[in-house]
């Protein structure tokens, strides 16, 4: 402040192999008669048999197309890990249990609340205030209608209307410093105040305070060597002086001037002495603009005299990097 810079089953089978034996055999017997049925004329027949060698029908085997292939019956399987779901009603007296399932139901006249039962809202169990204005409640603290409005000389309190408290403090009605009710109600005067004087803030005072005036600057060092970003500056304070104008509200205007700058400064006269403000204002150096931020602090030893501190905060303008702080020690006299 107050600067200007310079420069992621099978299952298989397997067939158990069955020999499969085939046992063909064929006997055929055939008779023509018995001897006493033979005449002298003919020549008895020999009963033929025809058999087929057990032992030759053994070594016979059936057509290859009759053998079926070969199988496994050992399964050879893996198995799926499944995750199963465990339901858990620990603390619970209703609602889901996690699974898809319920912890319970809640009772006629209840409801299921964070898997807790509760009472069902009961309409109009309490008041509140708004304002003046006094509104129904239901047991689940939910804002109802307007029950009542408190009238003049009564505000709402804990959710009724009770009686305004008087003359808690002082406030201005026009030119008149007059007491005020807890309500915000104005009351009797206490004072009426005279030209040049006017009420500001529940007293009479000067329009502005004996305080304002202009006063010339002197600030140490005047100049320091600083470092902003990769450039090392001088930074030199520009204002010569000021002009202070401080209202009865203790509301305090200060407006700096000098050799090629003018910037503002808003802030409190407290105590009856000590004025904080602070401000902004930019530059331009060497194609960047440099952002000042300053905050002034200082202590009037009469009603011509001051002095206390300006801290002056040195950005560029994106507030890229932390900033350069540079603090001055500041006296000002008022000019005649």
């Keep these: 402040m107050f600067s200007r810079l310079s420069p992621?089953?099978?299952?298989?089978?397997?067939?158990n192999h069955?020999?499969?034996t085939t046992l063909f055999t064929l006997?055929?017997?055939?008779s023509c008669g018995t001897e006493s049925e033979h005449t002298a004329d003919t020549t008895p027949t020999k009963d033929v048999a025809v058999a087929l060698d057990n032992d030759a029908a053994d070594s016979k085997q059936a057509p290859d197309s009759l053998v079926p292939e070969p199988f496994d019956n050992d399964l050879e399987s893996t198995t799926t890990d499944i995750d199963v779901c465990e339901p858990d009603c620990t603390g619970k007296l209703c609602g889901n249990d996690g699974c898809g399932g319920n912890c319970g139901v809640c009772d006629q006249g209840m409801k299921c609340v964070a898997n807790l039962c509760e009472p069902l809202c009961v309409p109009n169990t309490g008041t509140m205030c708004q304002g003046k204005t006094v509104y129904w409640m239901d047991s689940c603290q939910v804002v109802g209608l307007p029950k009542e409005t408190c009238s003049t000389g009564?505000?709402?309190?804990?959710?009724?209307?009770?009686?305004?408290?008087?003359?808690?403090?002082?406030?201005?009605?026009?030119?008149?410093?007059?007491?005020?009710?807890?309500?915000?109600?104005?009351?009797?005067?206490?004072?009426?105040?005279?030209?040049?004087?006017?009420?500001?803030?529940?007293?009479?005072?000067?329009?502005f305070s004996p305080?304002?005036?202009?006063?010339?600057?002197?600030?140490?060092?005047?100049?320091?060597?600083?470092?902003?970003?990769?450039?090392?500056?001088t930074a030199t304070f520009l204002a010569n002086s000021a002009t202070i104008e401080i209202k009865a509200s203790n509301e305090a205007t200060i407006a700096f001037s000098g050799t090629n700058a003018t910037f503002s400064a808003v802030?409190?006269?407290?105590?009856?002495?000590?004025?904080?403000?602070?401000?902004?204002?930019?530059?331009?150096?060497?194609?960047?603009?440099?952002?000042?931020?300053?905050?002034?602090?200082?202590?009037?030893?009469?009603?011509?005299?001051?002095?206390?501190?300006?801290?002056?905060?040195?950005?560029?303008?994106?507030?890229?990097?932390p900033p350069t702080v540079i603090v001055r020690d500041i006296t000002g006299t008022r000019i005649p």
């Design 154 to 207: 009564t505000e709402c309190h804990d959710g009724t209307c009770v009686p305004c408290i008087p003359n808690q403090s002082k406030t201005c009605d026009g030119n008149h410093v007059v007491w005020q009710n807890s309500c915000g109600e104005p009351g009797s005067v206490l004072e009426t105040c005279e030209s040049p004087q006017i009420c500001v803030n529940g007293k009479c005072g000067m329009p």
């Design 18 to 20: 069955t020999n499969l």
């Design 27 to 30: 006997v055929v017997f055939a």
């Design 211 to 233: 305080l304002s005036g202009s006063y010339d600057i002197v600030v140490v060092p005047d100049s320091k060597t600083v470092a902003i970003g990769k450039n090392i500056v």
């Design 8 to 15: 992621n089953r099978s299952t298989s089978l397997k067939h």
């Design 267 to 321: 802030g409190t006269l407290t105590g009856d002495n000590k004025l904080d403000a602070g401000g902004t204002f930019t530059e331009e150096f060497e194609g960047i603009t440099i952002v000042h931020e300053f905050t002034l602090s200082v202590l009037f030893q009469s009603q011509t005299t001051f002095a206390g501190t300006v801290k002056d905060l040195l950005f560029d303008e994106q507030k890229t990097g």
